[in-house]
């Protein structure tokens, strides 16, 4: 989605711009399934910051409306716990004295940061230091301090244990874990109040599949299941390898992952700088499994998006990111599309993506998820089942389709499968994530959720948008 974000508007400003895609579909994660009349969105299955996404069409002289139909969710969430607490994350929950008083100090954090690091890239902060900023520096101690956002969060919300799982979950946007993630993280509930939760009529892919027809409105040349097998410098463009041919640009804008794209693409040289600055020191962010469900009964209990959390969250990250293992005990997200999209299953049927964090892979300690899968999607049904009431679920699946980390890895190139790169581990995170340009070389720049602002389709449009700019900016206004 970043690299169709930056073609986009590089076609606009006079590019020529050919799209190579290796898999069979565009948008990436971001990718549809369908089967007996049930379909889903295979990966991002909510969306935030609409805003990105009208100024985008609107930068590209056309309306979103024209394109896409989005689909405001009165509750973003339905949480719920094994005592049978249930919070619906609504207008009265941000509405709550105390949920209020924790989003007036997220909003501090956002009037900080948000144009600094949500829309220019890191090195160019200084952008944002006009007076109109003055006032703002009050919230620095927010960003600066060393507290965890659990920390915060339990400062926050020192008498209900639920309140604190629910703020903590936000770690896992950008795929990393409360217990280390710095406080300024906390920004991640201010967006999703602030912006509301949307649906997009059809499913997320929609979206994907609008850029691809803007993509051919504006004269991109698209090439599905082509795969870039190399690439470097010729003069002072690139030449890159496609089907044993070399073919010339003048710059190449990459969406594979950071990490796995580094040692395919670029000279030995920046790798090796590149292992020992990067990969060596910071943790992966989590990876996901997935069950794809086609269910022949109706649940009044679910909402559209659904979280049934586990009774020990610490226990859960310290599984996946020190033992490396599964949690035994996981946290599950459950999103029923055809909540608010019927059209999505079958009469009086449901669609449910069923989605548990897991490790990235670990070569040091390997996991054999084609042998795992099985028995951890029986107990994911299992917890279900005896846990929150779903007696008989399994009773009534008419389809399971399983996504695993190593599915991750091999169709996306995800490196260890991980989600996002980099987990925002540690108070400088946000500053160690691999920049928008290739260090080292010229002209190769990176988009997508590895690199800056991060993952999320809002982000990663945003990323392109960086991208864009500031290949316009060299190049200037012509073809």
Known sequence: MGGLAAALRLAKAGARVTIFERNERPGGKLNWLE????????GPSLLTMPYVFEELFRDLGRDLRDYLDLVPLKSTCRYRWTDGTQIDE?????????VARFLRYARGLYDLSA???????????????????????????????FATMDEVVRRAFPADPHLRQLFNRFATYNGSSPYITPAAFNI???VQAHFGGWYVRGGLHSIALALTRLAGELGVELRFQTEVTGAQEVGNGWGIEVGGLTEGFDAIVCNQDVLSATPRFLPPSVNEAFQRTRIQRMDLSISGFVLYLGVTR??????????????????EFQQMFVDRVPADE?????????????ARAPAGGENWFVLVNAPALDDSRPLDWAALAPAYAERILDRLERRFGFTGLREHIAVQETFTPADFRSRYLAHGGSLYGFASHGVLSAFRR????AAGVRNFYFTGGSTHPGGGLPLVALSGKMVADRIIRKWGRRA
């Open 188 to 190: 991640i509930p201010f």
């Open 35 to 42: 089967r007996d009349g049930f379909s889903w969105d295979m």
């Open 330 to 342: 996981p946290t599950i997200y459950v999103c029923v599309h055809s909540k608010s999209d019927p």
């Open 298 to 315: 109706e649940h009044p209990q679910l909402d559209h998006h659904n979280i049934f959390f586990s009774d020990d969250y610490p226990r």
């Open 90 to 98: 609504d207008a009265g929950f941000w509405q709550r004295p105390d």
């Open 434 to 437: 691999p920049g928008l340009e």
């Open 115 to 145: 144009d600094a690091f949500l829309h220019h890239p890191l090195e160019e902060w200084w952008r944002q230091l006009k007076p109109s900023f003055l006032p703002k520096l009050r919230h620095l101690p927010k960003i600066a301090s």
